[in-house]
């Protein structure tokens, strides 16, 4: 079944070094190469889960962006998330939200703190999150990276978190990667 999407459009060359330009002068990627969110792409992630697209996860810090499905699944698109694995962004996003998380602190303080997901049980193998040797970071698991990635481009480019301008982190912080 095809899915209408409702986000902008924008037309880029086949070229993925010409992407990767596009996102770091337009502000939306992380510093790091990002694949182009293409409809297929972002499709298939959307199949992934019974959410419609415009179904509303929350509204993310700091500038309380509304994080819908469509959102998620283009920056987890762009992140190299698998489909399988698209429902555990949405699971943390929607932690995020919560408010005894205090997420507006977690995204504005100048500490160097980032959210932590942490995922048990036989999805974990499938998915190949890591939780062995090098688990927080390092052990090239796709769905540790992706996973997480996804969660901080929704934080950057649906919620608005950007070093420097809401974020007061000193230091900054690797996790913010992925």
């Given at each position: 079944m095809r899915v209408e999407l409702t986000s902008p459009i924008v037309e880029v060359d086949d070229d993925p070094e010409a992407f990767y330009e596009l996102s770091l002068a337009e502000g939306w990627g992380d510093g790091a190469p990002l694949l182009p969110p293409t409809d297929a792409r972002v499709s298939a992630l959307l199949a992934a889960t019974p959410l419609e697209p415009s179904f509303v996860i929350g509204r993310l810090p700091p500038r309380h962006g509304a994080a819908t499905v469509e959102l998620a699944a283009l920056n987890a698109a762009q992140a190299g998330c698998q489909p399988d694995a698209f429902p555990l962004v949405i699971a943390a996003l929607e932690a995020i939200v919560r408010p005894e998380l205090n997420a507006i602190a977690l995204t504005t303080t100048t500490s160097s703190v980032h959210p932590v997901l942490i995922?048990?049980?036989?999805?974990?193998?499938?998915?190949?999150?890591?939780?062995?040797?090098?688990?927080?970071?390092?052990?090239?698991?796709?769905?540790?990276?992706?996973?997480?990635?996804?969660?901080?481009?929704?934080?950057?480019?649906?919620?608005?978190?950007?070093?420097?301008?809401?974020?007061?982190?000193?230091?900054?912080?690797?996790?913010?990667?992925?």
């Open positions: 995922v048990n049980g036989p999805s974990r193998d499938r998915l190949r999150i890591d939780y062995q040797a090098g688990c927080l970071g390092g052990a090239a698991g796709r769905g540790s990276m992706t996973i997480g990635r996804a969660v901080s481009l929704c934080l950057r480019n649906v919620g608005g978190q950007r070093a420097g301008a809401t974020s007061r982190t000193v230091f900054g912080q690797p996790a913010r990667f992925g």
